[in-house]
């Protein structure tokens, strides 16, 4: 009998010790990425995060904290958000049919556009607790210092800009140092200020406020993709990388250079800064899966689940789901090509054989010796002997007046319809 009892209490303490270690693991690998309660310096205030925890629901936001103008827009917005998703899960009968508790995530980035001129965007995702995925809504709000208001865009422009952004086009906008985003809920499009200049526009941005000559400004500024010129689009496989991705974007905002970058979900997890900064520098994020598996040795569910996973950790940091995917190796087959049928699939025509030389003076030849208009050039971000070659690349590319440009703005500029054709080696094919 007494063995028996004891091997009762060892399996009961067995059971106990394997539903604690679970609980440690569900959290560690399937929690949100929440932040702690705490503040962040910013150029022009605070981030205040805060949490608010129930049997029902977990909420986590941020506020802004800094003149009384700015936090009475950002952090009533805010109020009204959370307030919206407290009613609207205890207004919903099926909330009691789940164990799963809702969540509503916030964050807050800020731009300083100028010395007068600021731009907050906030990015909300949420869901309900018998939801498995998530809703995003993205607004922002931009300010003048200067005269403590809230900027809208016929405080910035004449109307003349209404000839390209119409008052029904957007639910509100995001002023940046190169260009102006659109938002309709998760939706954004960018207007570079150069396709404002031809209407007269600018009271507030001008070459004054950034210290600068007229014709640098408009040089600046003038990002707009000429469809008569030759183009190409240079993309970085395997990264981010922690260093070598910020040499490289340097690189290209020197040269008024924009690239695609088709990430490792695994080295996004590693890199949160760094792929903030490729999307904000207004480069393209492209899907590389997750730990750079052959897809055509794997089934459908372990194939969606690679490149899910790393959608998932690219979104949760710049808000925006990538629309192409890169799978490793190149391989695809029809499985592939049906698991990854939302998406299109990119590969590339001119391969610099980077991870294999290591060495410029073999890199740059291969990538210029046989280049053409609409090609796309296969390099590495994760080597560093690939930097000095993408400034030799991107200079001689510029030199033979072509445009460097991400794989999308490409692909339509070629006039070519992604929704239809799935597979791209080249904008020429």
């Known amino acids: 009998m007494k063995k028996i009892l004891k091997s009762i209490i060892i399996l009961v303490i067995f059971i106990t010790i394997v539903v604690i270690v679970g609980l440690i693991v569900s959290n560690t690998f399937f929690k949100l990425d929440i932040p702690n309660i705490s503040s962040e310096k910013l150029d022009f205030g605070n981030i205040i995060k805060d949490e608010e925890v129930t049997d029902n629901y977990e909420i986590y936001t941020q506020k802004i904290e800094s003149k009384d103008f700015i936090n009475l827009a950002v952090n009533s917005y805010i109020d009204n958000l959370v307030e919206e998703f407290k009613n609207n899960n205890l207004s919903d009968k099926k909330i009691i049919f ?36 998530y809703t995003t809504k993205i607004y922002a709000y931009n300010f003048s210092n200067k005269d403590e208001i809230v900027i809208t865009l016929d405080d910035l422009f004449k109307n003349g800009y209404k000839n390209i952004i119409p008052d029904n086009s957007y639910d509100s906008f995001l002023l940046k140092y190169n260009d102006i985003e659109l938002y309709t809920g998760i939706y954004k499009k960018n207007v570079s200020y150069n396709s404002l200049l031809e209407y007269n526009a600018s009271k507030k941005i001008n070459a004054q406020n950034f210290n600068i ?58 890199n949160n800064n760094v792929v903030k900064s490729v999307y904000d520098r207004g480069n393209e994020i492209g899907i590389h899966t997750w730990n750079h598996k052959e897809l055509t040795k794997l089934s459908s569910e372990q194939i969606k689940n690679e490149v899910d996973s790393t959608s998932d950790a690219i979104f949760n940091i710049t808000g925006e789901r990538p629309t192409l995917v890169r799978p490793p190796y190149g391989s695809v087959n029809s499985t592939v090509k049906s698991v990854l049928s939302n998406y299109t699939i990119v590969l590339w025509n001119i391969d610099s054989l980077d991870w294999k030389s290591r060495d410029e003076k073999k890199i740059v030849p291969l990538v210029m010796n046989d280049i053409k208009d609409g090609d796309i050039i296969l390099l590495h971000d994760i080597h560093s002997t690939t930097i000095p070659a993408v400034e030799k690349i991107v200079k001689q590319l510029k030199e033979q007046d072509y445009e460097l440009v991400t794989v999308s703005d490409m692909l339509e500029a070629k006039g070519y319809d992604t929704a239809s054709t799935k597979l791209f080696y080249s904008a020429r094919q």
């Open 213 to 270: 000559t007229q014709e640098e400004y408009e040089n600046l500024f003038s990002n707009q993709i000429d469809k008569n010129k030759k183009m190409v689009a240079i993309t970085f496989d395997d990264g981010p990388h922690a260093t070598n991705t910020y040499k490289i974007l340097d690189i290209l905002d020197a040269n008024n250079a924009k690239a695609t970058f088709f990430m490792l979900g695994s080295n996004v997890l590693k």
């Open 98 to 133: 789940s164990k799963d508790k809702a969540v509503f995530k916030q964050i807050i980035d800020t731009y300083k556009v100028n010395d007068d001129l600021v731009s907050v965007k906030i990015t909300s995702i949420f869901k309900k607790n018998y939801q498995k995925n």
